[in-house]
């Protein structure tokens, strides 16, 4: 009974609010049919869907296109034992209409790593969950 006071379910708004606060998460996808995890920055669009800025022909890319795929983003105090984490479950899929890429180009999320050309991944915000250790 202890655990589960510790923890505090998050609804939607909060995780949403909790995602825009951090720089870099997780997507989670399968990978040779081997579960694989690799750390991204991101950026929230106005509908909540995740944004990644990669390059057109990146393994992540080919992996994940059309596939549904799940996202996580945390943060946690280690010496106060306390955090949060949130997961974003949906269908990621590759920004092709110019007109959203091109706005994309100026407002989304930009890459840590250069690139000379940029695909936009989108991840849909399905499903939204997340929880507080307090």
Not at 94 to 122: I, N
Request: aromatic content about 6%.
């Amino acid at each position: 009974m202890f655990q589960n006071e510790a923890f505090r379910a998050l609804d939607r708004e909060e995780c949403v609010r909790l995602l825009a606060k951090v720089p870099v998460g997780r997507v989670v996808y399968t990978r040779h049919a081997l579960p694989a995890v690799l750390p991204v920055n991101f950026s929230l669009d106005t509908d909540a869907s995740v944004l990644l800025r990669t390059s057109p022909g990146s393994d992540l890319v080919r992996a994940i296109d059309g596939v549904v795929v799940a996202f996580e983003a945390d943060e946690f105090d280690a010496a106060a034992r306390s955090g949060w984490s949130v997961v974003v479950t949906g269908r990621a899929s590759v920004v092709t209409d110019p007109a959203e890429h091109e706005r994309l180009s100026q407002s989304g999320p930009t890459s840590w790593m250069p690139l000379r050309d940029a695909a936009f991944v989108r991840i849909e915000s399905e499903m939204v969950t997340g929880r507080e250790l307090r």
